[in-house]
């Protein structure tokens, strides 16, 4: 828990997410129109989008069972009967005039997010509810000097909206909590999770309250975040804002602000509005929508591994230590490269490759997992030949950048450059005895009680080998010679 200090006392963050996710669907909500990114504008709109007079919104199932499938994922009560209510405002973007979402019956209730934080410690969060909502189009404003056009492409694409529990109390908690809801909805196919892209988009409400008090303040609400990076740093500046308010006898107004990414501060947009604003009631185009067990039970049985059963699995099967397993897990295909490297190999060293010196290297290069250079069979194969001695450990790192850079097998390059471990006792010996005769003084101080001596030995001997030398063996010679 991060406190932040102010001149009259220490004052604690009090955070609540509502995010906006994108369903992986072809079709929108309640029309066939298309949904694929990209397409030229006002290409995939229907008249239903298009708010045409008489014109009626038919379900789309898949969206309906993605939701489920979310909120089974979020092991969340879903509920059998939720009701799509009318959210009316004005909007260029907006023809109809509303948009039709779900407000007090949401087809999602109370579920759970497991926060994996950095210091190995994980916490709950609590998820509100998820419901259905449609998206609004985009009004371009940037196409002409003194016109704004609208695109319809978007209107109409299903969102699902996931509200948390205020019960987050760091830049810290909020950033795990979006990267690992992300990481849910990739795992379950249901948004692809995009932030830059746009299909998973967040808001941030935030309000401060004294150390120790247990009542909350009054909220702030930053709409549209679209980075992790930037909530961390929209809710760092938030904070600190409204602490100097505080401080000085202000009060917090409830609004909604802006974050500004080239100022790196927030900036009020509007005074925030309430629910009756939007009058919102049960739309009379749709009967509530109704969900069988049979659909529901189906849905569950074709749930994937999650991330924490699959980081529960890690840390038994493989003996990880939880942080370096939900390092694994966070990708489904860094997972399952980890799997395929472990397989019938030493699980913690493996993992150890796989998070330090792959994830290292491919960071530099600026690649992603499935852009490796090298495969899981080529990074198990410098492992084995570390397990069954062929070379050290501090030799195979060589060997991995080589291979990073040449795409050679790991044998190859041990074979080609010689760089295979000297196990010969004879040979060890020999080197020792030579280091220890050209340095004779030393071998007296180390004698006389001078014992952090051993490791220049050990150096010179790694050293006079190319590094080469088995470096248990080099320990253990060098000990029997000198006592
Ligand atoms: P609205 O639709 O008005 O934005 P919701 O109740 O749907 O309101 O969502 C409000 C969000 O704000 C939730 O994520 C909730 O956890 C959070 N929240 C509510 N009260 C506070 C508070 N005092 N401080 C910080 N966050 C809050
Ligand atoms: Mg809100």
């Not at 089974?72 to 405002?89: C, E, H, P, T």
């Not at 579920?111 to 916490?123: C, F, M, P």
């Not at 009004?139 to 699902?160: F, I, K, W």
């Not at 010996?429 to 030995?457: H, P, S």
Request: net charge negative; with cysteine.
């Amino acid at each position: 828990m991060a406190y932040i200090q102010g001149t009259s006392g220490e004052w604690e963050m009090v955070i609540g997410l509502e995010v906006h996710a994108q369903v992986i669907s072809n079709a929108k909500l309640f029309s066939g129109a298309s949904t694929t990114f990209g397409a030229a504008p006002n290409a995939q709109v229907s008249f239903v989008d298009a708010a045409f007079p008489g014109m009626l919104p038919v379900i789309n199932e898949t969206c309906v069972e993605q939701a489920v499938r979310t909120g089974l994922g979020l092991k969340a009560q879903i509920n059998k009967v939720s009701v799509f209510d009318r959210k009316n405002y004005f909007y260029a973007d907006l023809p109809a005039g509303y948009q039709i979402s779900q407000y007090t019956q949401p087809i999602v209730g109370k579920g759970e997010i497991l926060l994996d934080l950095a210091d190995g410690t994980t916490r709950t969060v609590g998820i509100t509810r998820l419901h259905l909502e449609q998206d609004a189009g985009k009004s371009l404003h940037d196409q002409s000097p003194n016109e704004t056009y609208v695109d319809l492409n978007r209107s109409g694409v299903a969102l699902m909206e996931i509200v948390s529990e205020p019960d987050m109390r760091s830049g810290e908690e909020a950033g795990a909590y979006l990267k690992k809801l992300r990481a849910i909805l990739r795992y379950l196919g249901t948004c692809d999770g995009n932030m830059e892209e746009g299909s998973m988009r967040c808001d941030v409400n935030l309000s401060m309250r004294r150390k120790g008090d247990d009542t909350f303040g009054t909220r702030c609400e930053i709409k549209n975040v679209n980075s992790i990076r930037f909530v961390q740093q929209a809710i760092d500046y938030e904070a600190h804002r409204q602490v100097e308010v505080l401080e000085s006898g202000g009060v917090i107004v409830q609004e909604t602000r802006l974050w500004d990414t080239g100022k790196g501060i927030t900036r009020s947009m509007r005074s925030k509005e309430d629910a009756h604003d939007y009058r919102y009631f049960p739309d009379p185009d749709l009967l509530p929508l109704v969900l069988d067990d049979a659909m529901i039970e189906r849905v569950k049985n074709t749930l994937p591994e999650l991330p924490d059963e699959k980081k529960a699995r890690f840390i038994q099967d493989y003996g990880l230590k939880p942080y370096d397993a939900s390092v694994l897990v966070a990708e489904k295909t860094s997972a399952a490269f980890f799997e395929a490297v472990a397989k019938g190999r030493d699980g913690k060293l493996a993992a150890n490759w796989v998070t330090v010196e792959l994830f290292g290297a491919l960071n530099k290069l600026g690649k992603t997992i499935d852009e490796s250079p090298l495969s899981a069979d080529a990074l198990g194969g410098l492992i084995d030949l570390i397990t069954d001695e062929t070379i050290s450990g501090r030799i195979a790192k060589d060997v991995f950048e080589e291979m990073v850079a040449t795409g050679k097998a790991a044998k190859d390059i041990v074979e080609e450059k010689g760089l295979k471990q000297i196990t010969d006792t004879s040979a060890i010996e020999k080197t020792i005895d030579d280091i220890l005769a050209a340095n004779a003084d030393k071998v007296a101080e180390y004698k006389g009680g001078k014992e952090k001596l051993f490791g220049f030995f050990v150096g010179q001997a790694m050293k006079a080998t190319g590094g080469k030398a088995n470096p248990g063996m080099v320990n253990q010679l060098l000990k029997k010679k000198l006592s």
